[in-house]
């Protein structure tokens, strides 16, 4: 049995906390969410921290929590950011095998514009602007994951699907 954590990375929209409850539940693995850990060390919303604390503490407690985890067969979905500072990438690596979950832009500003979850880096009146000013900063972090699994309009069981395919789970 394979003692790697399965981490989904990616941008913010691209279903990494729906993608993987079912990824794990399909492959027998548990499933963690590091923005919901972090919300449960605060007792506040990740849109409160970012509100009272700022980004920059909230990076340093992902730096925090990503090194207090050990290798696991479980499937932990990450924030859209996490992947701005190198030490979260020796953890990850540490960890186990990151997964990115490549949707592209469009479709992403079209899931967000639904979406009730308010997300701190969005909360301007361009957001528009700002989501496309965040994915070109963060195309190439992404791209450094050990598997890049480009997703279209696929359902959430078709998703994961693919990524089990692609991470050489047989169910």
């Given at each position: 049995m394979q003692l790697k954590t399965w981490i989904l990375i990616g941008m913010m929209g691209a279903g990494k906390s729906t993608i993987?409850?079912?990824?794990a539940v399909r492959s027998g693995r548990s499933f963690r969410d590091t923005d919901q850990m972090i919300q449960s060390r605060f007792g506040r919303s990740v849109a409160r921290v970012f509100d009272l604390?700022?980004?920059?503490?909230?990076?340093?407690?992902e730096t925090s929590l990503l090194e207090s985890l050990h290798p696991a067969k479980?499937?932990?979905a990450t924030?859209?950011?996490i992947v701005l500072r190198e030490e979260n990438w020796v953890e990850m690596r540490r960890l186990g095998t990151t997964v990115y979950l490549d949707v592209e832009p469009e479709v992403l500003k079209q899931r967000l514009s639904k979406s009730k979850k308010p997300r701190?880096?969005?909360m301007v009146d361009q957001w528009e602007s700002r989501f496309d000013a965040l994915y070109a900063a963060r195309q190439e972090l992404y791209r450094k994951a050990?598997?890049?699994?480009a997703l279209g309009l696929d359902t959430p069981h078709e998703t994961?699907?693919?990524l089990l395919l692609a991470?050489?789970?047989e169910e």
């Open positions: 993987g409850r079912e990824l604390y700022g980004e920059a503490a909230f990076r340093e407690h479980e499937v932990l924030g859209g950011g701190p880096l969005l050990d598997l890049c699994v994961v699907t693919k991470l050489g789970f």
